[in-house]
């Protein structure tokens, strides 16, 4: 199981090892700590961690940096007078806190309806397991149809894919990149998000031995990106327009007859659609939309299907735009048609040590679509989501139907959803609003009652998510670090305060009932190590502890590597993992289908109705001139960013302005916009000025501006943010009415601007 964890004193100094818990890569940290003290002298690179291997990127301070941030809230705050920026905050106890919050929403839902309360969950969510399994059931207890998340301005297209495909929305094909000839990149840039939907530390010496071993790289991407600027070749695209090119690849396979699925052909339904599909795809007529030359895009095509074993990968670029779902689908068709698929060194399903990625008996039903409407648009409710996009409008435009009361979590959709100066006005309409927050920041300055949580090194975590999206197989649990000051409470154990309070139960109930419904779901299943285990043996030894470190203790011993609650079994289990002070490695990945596909029959449908009829839309695109649009406006990711999350943390937002618009240097000639010159940006939606860098790195007729940006707002306690990185807010630009119609996706990339020198 690997070596013992040990602890290394120098007076009252310890190093504890973790994970970080910032982005999906997950790496290896090792944190010289005083306990007693509650201090962190330094965080570094775990050398001995198999999967990081002593790799960390910049973003790695903010473990520490968010624990000792002096703005960050610790107790609840009640807000006194209007919202904004003449606020006034009190703070109160919890058990104030919790009865207020939980008798404003009993009212709200009394008078109004289930629906008249709408969530948000924003992205940290996914970085915190408690958190993450308490987020269903709080769901569950809300019972509302008005659910918003993050996940609508990033990677939901991905998410209705592989629902369609697969029939589950978190089965993701993971690139196995380290035994590939071949790394197809559309829309991502590895090298700074050390793999998104593919978690794969320090990306740049991966991508150094696949060029040893003589593999190639290709990025498709309109901007030359740092991971562009290190691959064998980069073809610019013009923004909005992977769907097109993928399918012309698909158009190439099948009439120069390089389809070759191999053994998939025998669970593979659809080819001959796709076929079909294909026709009036060819790159001679999707060279002039794309920007991508005919014969490029043939050899493209012949170049992968050559390949021994290649990957077609696309992640945010190919997500946020107009068809998004049509290029998350495509990414997986070109796998699969070149028996790139559930193979090694193409893409396979990674295997969760806690279970959840393991074959059910009964197929998955078929993806919920239009189960609600949106009262102001009719906006289809996609498996349970609204788009994030529509909450401005779910207030101030929806009548006596209109959303009255909002949960935020984790989240600032002011900042990260389009159109946030209507959401922002539109939230000062509610008649309540609760944030579970750590920060006062542009979205939760609008709330009546803010809910601090811990902080990561508050609690023990468990890479749950990211398990499922690891390059190989790997197990990791990281321990709680400092004691939290007394009454804080956990992310998970707010949630399930709520829930209680909301339907008159105690937090206790509820608990169990989690407990219990896992215990269902985990134990006993045929085949697995628990096969034949009695749910009272499991609960003897569970004991009586309370929370998620319960479900895991659960999932890890019932999971597929576990010691099936055998105290002298072999296998993997929570006390085990506490022994180990990195990642456990299990494995590369490995093919696991038909077994683990959840529609009927185990099938792969290649070809689902619902992406057949949106292929019409793409078609009709075609027409399109494509040089009608202007300039066209993407973003762009940063190693020291995530999101809108730490911008605040000094070691991060110190250093030059990184808000800035790049346009290449003939754009800016003809705009009369000159480098380090402020420019004003406008589109249909609204305009921003920000800095202007003039770089070749660009493809003409496109423009970059980062995300996440924009801490000009008053009101809110966000001060290093505001004087080291305020930067604009990019998604003041995008138009909220703007949706990939299949995933309700905002369109992020590929918005038309106007560009002009201020003054």
Known sequence: MGETRTTERDTRRERVHR??????????????????????????????????????????????????????????????????????????????????????????????????????????????????????????????????????????????????????????????????DFFLILGANPLVSNGSIMSAPNMKARLRQMRERGARVVVVDPRRSETAAVA??????????????????????????????????????????????????????????????????????????????????????????????????????????????????????????????????????????????????????????????????????????????????????????????????????????????????ETTRMADVILPSTVQLEHDNYDFLFATTSVRNMARYSPQVFEPEPEAKHHWEILVELAARMNGVSAEVLDDLMFEGCLARFVGRPGSTSEGVGLDVVRARLGAQRGPTRLLDLMLSAGPYGDGFRDAGDGVSLAKLREIPHALDLGPLEPRLPELLRTPGRRIELAPDLIVADVERLRASLVESAGGRGLLLIGRRQQRNMNSWLHNLTELAKGRNRCKLLINPEDARRAGVRHGGMASVRSSAGAIEVEAELSDEMMPGVVSIPHGYGHTEPGTRLSRARELQAGANVNQLADERLLDPLSGTSVLSGISVDVKPVG
């Open 19 to 180: 994970s970080c818990p910032i982005c999906e890569a997950s790496c290896g940290l090792i944190l010289e700590v005083d306990r007693a003290a509650k201090r962190v002298f330094s965080v570094r690179g775990d050398e001995a961690d198999p999967r990081s291997r002593g790799y960390v990127c910049p973003k790695a301070v903010a473990t520490a940096a968010v624990y000792r941030d002096s703005e960050r809230i610790r107790r609840p705050l009640r807000r006194v007078g209007p919202a904004g920026a003449d606020a006034r905050w009190q703070e109160m106890s919890w058990q104030e806190a919790l009865e207020l919050v939980g008798h404003r929403l009993r009212e709200v839902r009394a008078a109004h309806g289930n629906d008249a309360i709408g969530s948000y969950i924003g992205n940290p969510t996914g970085h915190n397991f408690g958190a993450m399994m308490y987020t269903e059931l709080f769901m569950k207890a809300l019972a509302s149809n008005r659910f918003f998340s993050g996940a609508t301005v990033d990677q939901f297209p991905k998410n209705v894919s592989c629902r369609l495909m697969f029939g589950d929305a978190w089965l993701f094909p993971i690139p196995d990149i380290d035994r590939s």
């Open 232 to 441: 064998d070749r980069h073809l610019f695209i013009r923004p909005g327009c992977d769907a097109h090119l993928l399918l012309a690849l698909v158009h190439v396979l099948f009439e120069e007859h390089r389809i070759a699925p191999g053994r998939l052909a025998e669970f593979t339904d659809g080819i001959e659609t796709v076929r079909e599909l294909s026709l009036g795809f060819s790159p001679e007529r999707v060279a002039p939309i794309s920007g991508v030359a005919a014969e490029e895009i043939r050899q493209l095509a012949r170049d992968f299907s050559a390949a021994e074993r290649a990957i077609c990968y696309g992640r945010f670029g190919t997500c946020t735009q107009e068809f998004g779902t049509l290029a998350s689908w495509l990414v997986d068709v070109v796998n699969i048609l070149t028996g790139n698929f559930d193979r090694p060194g193409g893409v396979m399903f990674p295997r969760a040590a806690t279970g959840q990625s393991e074959p059910v008996d009964e197929p998955a039903a078929a993806m919920p679509f239009a189960e609600y409407r949106s009262q102001a648009r009719g906006l289809p409710s996609i498996d349970g989501q609204l788009p994030a996009a529509a909450m401005a409008e779910e207030i101030d435009s929806a009548g006596e139907q209109r959303m009255r009361a909002l949960i935020t979590v984790a989240g600032n959709p002011v900042l990260t959803t389009p159109n946030g100066r209507r959401l922002c006005e539109a939230l000062g309409q509610l008649d309540f609003m609760v944030s579970v927050d750590i920060y006062l920041n």
